[in-house]
């Protein structure tokens, strides 16, 4: 099977009460663990490049990779852009062989956002074959590539301009915010209450601005950016293994879960892939001083990030047997 765009996919995940990983890629190592995860689960997967990720290891490395994966495990594969740009970044991965892109003009007013996003979504559909579009309204708070938006700076998306952006732009899904965040530190801890044991609690994902979002687009994909959950067990592996991460905290698993089961379609994980890499390496280099083969440290870096995408398809986005 050849790579896919979300079109298909989408539908399926909107009528069968599921959603979609879409796991950010950099390197071998986490591409085969997302794929290997993906094909024990026999579910289908959304495997996005970031611009970062395109300068770290170049688009031609990462679209070979993405293609070995899908000649590997036969699963129906999307090779998405995640937060491209501007409309140059987004034709280069249309001509160069992505399947599907995301047009961020998110951070522009209303008006500029419609035509940046309408003239991605004009040259996608007319390429052979059809790549889809994704689109976002509103302002996460974290870091994604060099722009920071700090907690407080953000903007929740506003359900009263989501039919006239889908209808001005054609965009075949649409990112809004309500309440996650990029990276591994998505509240303050003066945001968040603590549980018996110290943990800290977030506040709730704003499900009233989803749900008024979707009953103003029945049937139309919505996507979920900043959705890592920032495993405790791992933060205390790199902790105890040479780390210092203080404070980490992520949404909810269980809010997600219920996120994928109404319109949400798309659940973009980065961090906790980002943090299972490391536990997996800071704790393989602590208990073997004297090991210096990538392949061993590495190797135990991917076995976590596999272990993780497993859990994610099957406990929180629901995709598994769905092919
Ligand atoms: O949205 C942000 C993703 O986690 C990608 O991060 O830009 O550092 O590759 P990056
Ligand atoms: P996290 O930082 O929560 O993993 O979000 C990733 C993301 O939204 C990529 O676009
Ligand atoms: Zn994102």
């Keep these: 099977m050849p790579l896919v765009n979300t079109k298909e996919m989408f539908a399926k995940a909107y009528n069968g009460g599921y959603a979609i990983g879409a796991f950010n890629c950099n390197n071998m190592e986490i591409v085969q663990a997302i794929t290997e995860a993906a094909k024990e689960c026999n579910s289908p997967v959304i495997l996005q490049v970031s611009a970062g990720a395109r300068k770290y290891a170049k688009p031609v490395y990462l679209r070979k990779m993405v293609e070995a994966a899908v000649e590997d495990t036969g699963l129906p594969i999307v090779l998405h852009l995640d937060h491209g740009a501007d409309f140059e970044m987004c034709k280069d991965c249309i001509d160069g062989g992505f399947t599907s892109v995301m047009i961020d003009a998110s951070s522009k007013p209303f008006e500029e956002n419609i035509e940046i996003t309408r003239k991605v979504v004009e040259y996608a559909h007319a390429h052979k074959p059809y790549v889809t579009v994704e689109a976002e ?187």
């Design 137 to 323: 309204l509103g302002t996460l708070a974290g870091i994604e590539d060099d722009v920071k938006v700090e907690h407080g700076a953000e903007s929740y998306t506003k359900p009263e301009d989501v039919e006239e952006f889908v209808r001005r732009t054609g965009c075949d899904s649409l990112a809004i915010a309500i309440g996650t965040s990029h990276g591994a530190y998505k509240f303050k801890p003066e945001q968040c209450t603590r549980d018996e044991n110290g943990v800290l609690c977030p506040p709730p994902l704003r499900f009233d601005i989803l749900e008024e979002v979707s009953k103003r687009l029945p049937g139309f994909p919505i996507v979920l950016h900043g959705s890592s959950s920032v495993n405790q067990e791992y933060v205390k592996i790199i902790n105890e293994n040479g780390g210092s991460l203080k404070d980490a905290v992520g949404v909810p698993e269980k809010q997600l879960r219920h996120a994928a089961q109404l319109a949400v379609c798309k659940i973009n994980i980065d961090s906790d892939l980002r943090l299972a890499m490391t536990a997996g390496i800071r704790e393989h280099m602590k208990a073997n001083p004297d090991h210096f083969d990538p392949r061993q440290y590495v190797g135990d870096g991917r076995k976590y990030v596999k272990e993780v995408v497993k859990h994610k398809i099957i406990e929180v986005l629901g995709s598994n047997d769905k092919i």
